[in-house]
């Protein structure tokens, strides 16, 4: 079954606590990326990846970094997590056999709390 | 990317035809349609989009008005499942804003039994 996976699912933590949440797409897409979803804002891009080795910022970078080092996973690393980023994040992928880049496939989310 | 404007929230019977309006008036010849859905915090799901001719596909139907100013995601047959937040989306098929989803504020659909 095509899909994006993202673990973990729910996750509480405390700040400056360094986390990963892991992202894989088994659809062989080129485009990924990564949004939070904030009451009232919508969803804000985080950041992207148009292909391996390729990254690069988008409305909210401020705390993240992310690698792109295989097509298929996208892990978006906190080093140092504030109460700020306590959110719902979303993972995506796309690309040609999707119907193009703006035809995305989101995981189900990770609910994250930072204490 | 050209803004958006949606109703907050809307109301529909099940079986009947849900009709959801997006007012977009400075939409350039370039900018795409687009609609998502989002279903009680799972991740947005993709349902259809254009540029300038209706589109149908299994989920639903695109009008998009001759100006382009305007445009109406139709569910044929609304069901309690389709109760949701539809977000209509407006931008370039490339360029700088490729693969970049704005999501506003959306319209809550909710599907009465």
């Known amino acids: 079954e095509a899909q994006v996976t993202q673990n973990p699912r729910y996750l509480i933590t405390v700040t400056g606590k360094k986390l990963t949440v892991t992202c894989s797409q088994n659809?062989?897409?080129?485009?990924m990326s990564w949004y939070r979803q904030d009451p009232g804002l919508g969803l804000r891009q985080i950041y992207y990846?148009?292909?391996?080795?390729?990254?690069d910022k988008g409305d909210v970078p401020e705390g993240y970094k992310v690698s792109r080092k295989e097509k298929r996973n996208f892990p978006l690393i906190l080093e140092s997590p504030s109460p700020n980023q306590t959110s719902l994040y979303f993972c995506?992928?796309?690309?040609?056999?999707?119907?193009?880049?703006?035809?995305?496939?989101f995981g189900p989310g990770t609910r994250l709390t930072v204490l | 990317d050209a803004k958006t404007t949606q109703p907050t929230s809307m109301d529909c019977a099940e079986g009947r035809a849900a009709n959801l309006p997006c007012n977009h008036s400075?939409?350039?010849?370039?900018?795409?349609v687009y609609w998502y859905r989002q279903i009680h915090s799972q991740g947005p799901q993709y349902i259809i989009h254009?540029?300038?001719n209706n589109e149908t596909n299994e989920m639903a139907s695109l009008i998009i008005t001759e100006d382009r100013k305007s445009s109406t995601l139709i569910l044929p047959h609304a069901t309690l499942r389709d109760t949701a937040v539809y977000y209509c989306?407006?931008?370039?098929?490339?360029?700088?804003?490729?693969?970049?989803?704005?999501f506003g504020q959306g319209t809550i659909l909710t599907v009465h039994p």
């Open positions: 989306i407006v931008l370039n098929a490339g360029g700088t804003s490729y693969g970049k989803l704005t």
């Open positions: 254009g540029l300038k």
């Open positions: 995506a992928s796309s690309g040609p056999t999707s119907g193009g880049y703006n035809e995305q496939f």
């Open positions: 400075t939409i350039s010849g370039n900018e795409y």
């Open positions: 990846s148009m292909n391996v080795e390729v990254t």
């Open positions: 659809m062989n897409h080129e485009y």
